[in-house]
């Protein structure tokens, strides 16, 4: 019985990947190779370096308790996004609206901000941001307070 491989293996194009002669105790393949494709990339690689090493694949556990970094992109990618929708009043001046939507939304500037107002005056409502759930919660909240009438919705479609 051949020896087992742990840990490394060294390539080299003439001993690792040699299927010239089948059951030869030097080469892993046993049988004629199917995919030359892969013995030639390899041997390009190693060209030049006396070889090179295949280490194994280090697997690192996750501490119990703790999500892994995967699992919290997951949960923020299927997380649905929501509308916050601006209504239309009569009661509030439209540079107030305009204030308040630069002074509720981050990152909201002058020119959205008018965008939003214009359209919800003739319109009836308008998108003011698509986001999380919760955002949306909290900007609605913030926009309310503000004495705008405003809701959500979920985003169908995505953002």
């Known amino acids: 019985m051949e020896t087992a491989i742990s840990g490394r293996i060294a390539l080299s194009p003439n001993h690792v990947f040699s299927s010239t002669k089948p059951g030869d105790k030097h080469s892993l393949y046993k049988g004629p190779c199917t995919n030359r494709g892969i013995v030639m990339s390899m041997s390009a690689m190693c060209q030049g370096k006396g070889g090179g090493l295949l280490e194994r694949p280090t697997i690192e556990k996750a501490t119990p308790g703790r999500e892994s970094e995967f699992d919290l992109r997951k949960s923020r990618k299927t997380a649905p996004p929501y509308r916050v929708i601006l209504h239309n009043d009569n009661y509030n001046k439209r540079e ?64």
């Open 96 to 159: 107030y609206v305009v204030q308040v939507l630069m002074k509720v939304i981050p990152a909201m500037t002058l020119d959205n901000a008018v965008n939003i107002m214009q359209e919800a005056h003739y319109n009836g409502l308008a998108v003011v941001i698509i986001c999380a759930q919760v955002d949306a919660e909290e900007h609605c909240m913030q926009l309310r307070g503000n004495g705008l009438l405003s809701s959500i919705e979920p985003a169908s479609g995505g953002c």
